[in-house]
């Protein structure tokens, strides 16, 4: 389940080309955020397709509030990091180029908030702040 404060978003549709993950960050035609898988599958569905979010369908984009993600590609995380995305991976970097704002790094594991090792928090509201 992906971590999320109550925030806003809106709905997209996955014109990326790829196929998205439910939870993973993302950015299409200037919005981003995390992407929420809301088709339901079928029974007979394999178990991937249900974190899945297949080329052409809708989703809901949480742009607002703050999100739990990977660390991994943030090199040497800490708090008050400004944090973009690459449009054309959708993989979180703190190197500014032509990368779209995505947030700053509010929560690290160690700040007695709970966060999981490997795990940073993301205020997606801050990213007007820099």
Excluded at 36 to 61: H, M, N, V
Aim: glycine share 12%.
């Amino acid at each position: 389940m992906t971590y999320s404060r109550p925030g806003a978003g809106t709905h997209l549709v996955n014109s990326t080309g790829a196929i998205l993950t439910h939870g993973q960050p993302v950015s299409i035609g200037g919005i981003s955020g995390i992407a929420i898988k809301q088709k339901a599958t079928k029974w007979s569905d394999p178990f991937t397709a249900a974190t899945q979010i297949q080329t052409g369908e809708k989703f809901w984009c949480i742009t607002k509030g703050i999100v739990q993600v990977d660390s991994a590609p943030l090199t040497t995380p800490a708090k008050g990091d400004p944090v973009y995305i690459v449009v054309a991976t959708n993989v979180l970097t703190k190197t500014v180029g032509s990368n779209v704002k995505f947030g700053r790094i509010v929560e690290l594991p160690g700040d007695g908030r709970s966060v999981p090792a490997g795990k940073a928090r993301i205020d997606l509201d801050m990213k007007d702040s820099f």
